[in-house]
């Protein structure tokens, strides 16, 4: 596939529309951006050969609103990532961005420590009340996502699968294996009841979607190689791999290639799929099982910036209607938190004032659940309406039963 794809070479096709300004939540949310168009065409008219940085840059939070609604096909907000890591290579990091740029290898020190996991939550439920995270510039107001007692991967080999022929290795991404191992053990639930065995492969790192938006690229490029390595391997053995993360999915799909511009980024792509994605696939084969408790509830769908870039449609409100439910999408826009945006201390407002319509909608309290496949979109909704939302994996995972 031609190189052309690469994110640096679309800015040459910017029409100056100004679709992607329009489409824009940070620019309906504050003034003082000035927009997609500037910080990423302008600049990757020139290939970055200008040392020029647009000030307003830090304002994108990278949801990817921009390229959906450009017409030409801009890569506006990798465009913006790229020329975010030029400004870093100038400048320092603060310790918040080092903070929440490396939630893995937090979360690896931490469970270390006996009791590592309580010890932290306790640790930063002090921090807030004494508003020290406020003081290290992260959003005072959040709570930071808690670390489960014990991860994923950790607790996988508990898990009794039926040995099977079929198998498919599982992206947990940091989210899942950290903070919410439920929904990979929805997962493999699901898995197991269409016929697959899950397999773990511990030599994943995080996707490097948390370290791009924070200017990270040279270790984002390091985890890029490792993974695309990975999944490579996986693909020459006939495994598909599999993520219920969509901002994994998105990374592992398309972004590593957006930013590196390397044929080996296409080829590991090709056998990357969301864990929806994957469903729709077996069903559309007539492969799934569709021996399921009826689903008679229903469902409020906030659909994902991530997953909506991935044109692969609604795979998992499709699945979860044909089970018997009823699934409305909220329909409201992004929710703000963009990842690790919304717990900067100077984006807790912008973050907030984008998920507004958001929260609103959920508090109609019309439904009787909220879903969504995104946690810290999950996050975000619970700490904006009070309500707190679940992975459409673990609806799935209980008509199983």
């Not at 003082?32 to 290939?47: E, F, I, N, Q, T």
């Not at 511009?261 to 569709?290: C, M, P, S, T």
């Amino acid at each position: 596939m031609s190189d052309k794809t690469q994110a640096i070479f679309t800015g040459d096709r910017c029409l100056s529309c100004t679709g992607c300004m329009a489409s824009c939540p940070v620019m309906a949310a504050i003034k003082d951006y000035c927009g997609p168009k500037l910080v990423g065409p302008a600049h990757g008219r020139m290939h970055f050969a200008q040392e020029d940085i647009e000030a307003t840059l830090e304002f994108c939070s990278n949801c990817k609103s921009c390229d959906r609604a450009c017409p030409s096909g801009v890569a506006v907000s990798t465009l913006n990532m790229l020329k975010r890591a030029e400004y870093y290579k100038t400048h320092p990091h603060t310790q918040a961005e080092d903070m929440i740029a490396h939630g893995e290898r937090m979360a690896k020190l931490i469970r270390k420590i006996p009791f590592g996991a309580t010890v932290s939550n306790l640790g930063m439920g002090f921090g807030k009340a004494l508003n020290i995270f406020d003081k290290l510039g992260l959003a005072g107001e959040r709570n930071m996502p808690a670390y489960a007692s014990t991860s994923f991967k950790n607790f996988f080999p508990r898990i009794t699968q039926p040995t099977t022929g079929k198998k498919v290795v599982l992206f947990t991404g940091c989210f899942i294996n950290d903070n919410e191992p439920q929904v990979g053990k929805a997962f493999v639930k699901v898995m197991n009841a269409n016929g697959y065995e899950v397999l773990i492969d511990k030599a994943f790192n995080c996707c490097g979607s948390p370290l791009v938006v924070t200017g990270y690229l040279d270790e984002a490029r390091q985890h890029a190689d490792n993974n695309a390595a990975r999944i490579l391997e996986w693909k020459s053995k006939g495994i598909s791999v599999v993520t219920p993360c969509t901002s994994c999915s998105l990374m592992l799909k398309e972004e590593y290639h957006e930013l590196f511009g390397e044929d080996k980024f296409h080829e590991a792509a090709e056998n990357v799929y969301d864990a929806f994605e994957f469903l729709e696939i077996l069903q559309e084969r007539k492969a799934f099982n569709e021996n399921l408790k009826p689903l008679k509830q229903k469902f409020l769908y906030h659909v994902p910036c991530h997953l909506k870039s991935q044109a692969i449609g609604l795979p998992a409100a499709n699945i979860l209607e044909e089970a018997g439910a009823k699934v409305q999408t909220a329909d409201a826009g992004c929710c703000g938190i963009s990842g690790n945006y919304g717990f900067r201390k100077d984006k807790y407002e912008i973050s907030m004032k984008i998920g507004a319509k958001l929260f609103e909608r959920v508090k109609q309290n019309d439904f009787d659940k909220v879903i969504s496949d995104c946690g810290t979109c999950r996050m975000q909704i619970h700490h904006g309406s009070g309500i707190k939302p679940c992975h459409p994996i673990e609806i799935l995972a209980e008509a199983y039963s």
